[in-house]
């Protein structure tokens, strides 16, 4: 297997770990990216037959809404955060420069213990 269709395969396994991982159907899939992106060419990024592009890595990113286009192209190999980093970190973004500076406050005695 030549090295352009080693990365197609791997990226076609990361998506498809990352769908089941959410308990998405294909077509549910293709709905959340606005049905920009359809079933079938959803199933071929994750069969390695066909690779997807920056901007397809975007919109299936976004539609699964915790991971990065970079770490679904394969170019990054860090998990991605588990739900409760990313719910700190929605709460984060949420506060104001107060509740910022609270939380800051808080991780920082934490992580000193």
Avoid: W
């Avoid at 030549?2 to 498809?16: D, F, W």
């Avoid at 709905?31 to 959803?42: E, F, M, N, P, V």
């Avoid at 299936?60 to 409760?84: F, H, K, Q, W």
């Amino acid at each position: 297997m030549s090295e352009k269709n080693e990365l197609s395969a791997a990226i076609g396994l990361r998506l498809r770990a990352e769908r089941h991982r959410r308990k998405l159907s294909l077509s549910q899939l293709a709905a959340l990216t606005g049905d920009i992106l359809s079933k079938s060419r959803i199933s071929n990024y994750e069969q390695g037959t066909r690779r997807m592009g920056i901007e397809e890595a975007v919109l299936l990113a976004r539609a699964l809404g915790d991971v990065s286009p970079v770490y679904l192209m394969c170019l990054e190999d860090s998990d991605p955060l588990p739900i409760d980093e990313i719910n700190l970190l929605t709460l984060y973004r949420a506060s104001d420069e107060r509740g910022r500076a609270m939380i800051d406050s808080v991780a920082e005695s934490e992580a000193d213990r």
